[in-house]
């Protein structure tokens, strides 16, 4: 029995329509692929990071004694350490100094004749 118009056309329509679905799933595929999604996240990171650049340079050429002061602090904090050392030792020179001239001053009034 031959297929009637109405058969044929349906049955073209549908071709049409799983090719469409076809062509909608391979574009899917593609989006949710790992390499598209990692590319996407990493270009968005990209251009996050640019702003964010891009408005610490604004913050700073606004207030730039500011940012000088933020960038200090920030810096004394992370070289917290050598600076404690080192003031350590500056202390430590000063108390043998000054230990240094109070035993001088103390056989000194020892020698003096009374």
């Not at 240094?100 to 009034?109: G, I």
């Amino acid at each position: 029995m031959p297929d009637t118009p109405e058969i044929t056309a349906a049955r073209a329509a549908v071709d049409r329509r799983r090719g469409r679905v076809m062509a909608t799933a391979q574009e899917l595929q593609e989006r949710l692929s790992p390499k598209t999604l990692a590319k996407d996240a990493w270009q968005g990171a990209k251009e996050k990071g640019a702003d964010l650049a891009e408005d610490a340079v604004d913050a700073v050429k606004a207030r730039p004694y500011a940012a000088t002061g933020v960038v200090a602090a920030i810096t004394m904090f992370l070289a917290r350490e050598p600076l404690i050392d080192l003031a350590t030792r500056i202390v430590g020179e000063r108390k043998k100094t000054r230990k240094a001239r109070r035993t001088k001053a103390t056989q000194d009034e020892m020698e003096k004749p009374q």
